[in-house]
């Protein structure tokens, strides 16, 4: 696995290496297993490399770096970098470039890091295997023949193919924690309103937040305090202040596990383990139940559907994106656009969404849908008075193979049944790798926090991690 970037920074302070040297590698790593892997669908080499011989003359004149200068990542291809295509992956947005930065990009570029690409994805972010992209799927980057995760499993395959330092996911209900675990890597889902949204394509926007992949902790930390904060363009934005992150050492703590019943045996048994050793060291492990586990997928799908029909109308052939040819009237051409533009599963919540919003069944669905999730935020808060953090598997299964799940989305929908609880209520959530199986498969461990505590978990994860 490639070194870290606060590894390499120190290497190049002690004249060991170049930043030109690191992008190299990572090009190299890129055109020898990108075209199989397929999980960057374009590639910035002349600008990273500029960037690198940029950052290596400032270096050698000024003795001194910003704080991620030559970190290496790559954006998922649903936020937007300016003069570059921004599609979702999806022939709806075909041929679009973006004309401005999103608000993390332009903090990642201040802070000195270089973009080297825009990765794969499922389109719009729907999905939970990265089998639904236009573009095509996306192979896991060390078990041949399996999914990375999804959505962002392009950003994740990217990392631990070690095609960059970083990849910036969206998570939704899941979809930086889910192929961060699948692919033994860490993923943050910050407090809903620490990141900005500016400039990322919205699925449902009180649950979207972007966050971080990483292969090192301490790397996570760095990008997570740079894209953290205030952003006057995001109106659910937070203006709290984003508190300087300084490690407390292991200290043996409190923890709520929350373990479901289901799960696979080596999941199961990788986290018995670290359980165990946990409690070695002096941790005070409870398991505590949690009697909502019917209504997080339904509450879920039921929300999540109903933004996501309001955001993707303005996909309509008419101001940017994909015109279908034929159409003969306005309302053909929204009809033909959408119909020829959007995938399957798109297409599948689009209905969903318009359905439990419709008269007749707003109360019945969408109302209740909001009264569940008051429900989790308060049982949550109620956990979180008493705990400094909860642990629970990040998904109940290992990753599974390339079209196991395809034909049955409602086996796919209930891939995401750990992590769509955070999302549900707004809480900050690390997935943790804690192991791998004698077979070769990661399993991660999820760990939520207080709102705004993400350095609550960050202490955690390092604890994790000592064992």
């Known amino acids: 696995m490639t070194p870290s970037y606060t590894a390499l920074r120190k290497a190049v302070q002690e004249g060991k290496a170049t930043f030109t040297d690191i992008v190299e590698n990572f ?31 400032h270096y050698k004149a000024e003795g001194s770096l910003p704080p991620l200068a030559g970190m290496v990542y790559v954006h998922k291809d649903n936020i937007a970098v300016a003069g570059h295509h921004l599609s979702a992956a999806s022939r709806i947005l075909e041929g679009f470039i973006c004309p401005y930065n999103a608000t993390v990009i332009e903090r990642l570029s201040a802070a000195g890091a270089i ?26 980057p060390f078990l041949e023949g399996y999914v990375p995760g999804g959505s962002s499993g392009g950003s994740a395959a990217a990392v631990a193919a070690e ?41 449902a926007s009180s649950f979207d937040q972007i966050g971080p992949i990483t292969a090192s902790l301490e790397d996570l930390i760095i990008t997570y305090q740079v894209i953290a904060g205030f952003d006057p363009r995001d109106p659910t934005s937070s203006s709290r202040a984003v508190e300087p992150y300084h490690p407390k050492g292991t200290t043996p703590q409190k923890w709520a596990w929350i373990m479901p019943e289901g799960l696979h045996p080596i999941v199961a048994q990788v986290l018995k383990e670290k359980k165990e050793l946990l409690r070695q060291r002096g941790f005070e492990i409870e398991e505590v139940s949690f009697p909502y586990w019917e209504y997080l997928i339904p509450a879920y799908f039921i929300l999540t559907t109903a933004e996501a ?60 849908a909001q009264k569940v999730r008051r429900l989790l935020y308060e049982y949550t808060e109620k956990i979180l008075k008493e705990y400094a953090v909860i642990a629970m598997p990040t998904s109940a299964t290992p990753p599974f193979r390339l079209g196991e799940k395809v034909e049955d989305p409602i086996q796919m929908y209930l891939s995401d049944l750990l992590t769509v609880y955070a999302n549900l209520t ?21 760990l939520i926090g207080p709102l705004f505590g993400e350095n609550s978990l960050f202490d ?8």
Not at 178 to 195: D, E, M, S
Not at 319 to 343: C, D, H, I, P, V
Not at 460 to 467: E, I, K, R, T
């Open 426 to 446: 707004g809480h900050p959530a690390l997935q943790v790798p804690v192991g791998t199986s004698p077979e070769g498969f990661p399993v991660g461990l999820q």
């Open 460 to 467: 955690a994860a390092y604890a994790l991690v000592d064992n």
């Open 163 to 203: 095609f960059c330092h970083m990849a910036l996911g969206s998570d939704t209900g899941g979809s930086v924690r889910q192929p961060a675990a699948f692919c033994g890597l860490y993923g943050l889902k910050p407090t809903y309103g620490r990141v900005s949204r500016y400039g990322l394509i919205a699925y």
């Open 309 to 368: 029909s309001s955001n993707l109308a303005r996909y309509d052939g008419v101001r940017y994106g994909r015109r279908a040819k034929e159409a003969q009237t306005l309302e053909e051409l929204y009809a033909r656009s959408r119909s020829e533009g959007f995938g399957r599963e798109v297409k599948r919540r689009i209905l969903l969404g318009t359905f439990v919003l419709s008269a007749g069944y707003y109360d019945a669905y969408y109302t209740k």
């Open 115 to 140: 973009c080297i690409g825009r990765a794969n994805c499922d389109e719009f972010a729907m999905g939970s295997s990265n089998e639904n992209s236009a573009y095509g799927p996306v192979q896991h």
């Open 27 to 57: 090009l190299a790593n890129i055109k020898a297993r990108n075209g199989v892997l397929n999980a960057l669908l374009e590639v910035y080499e002349e600008e990273a490399v500029q960037a690198a011989g940029n950052w290596d003359q």
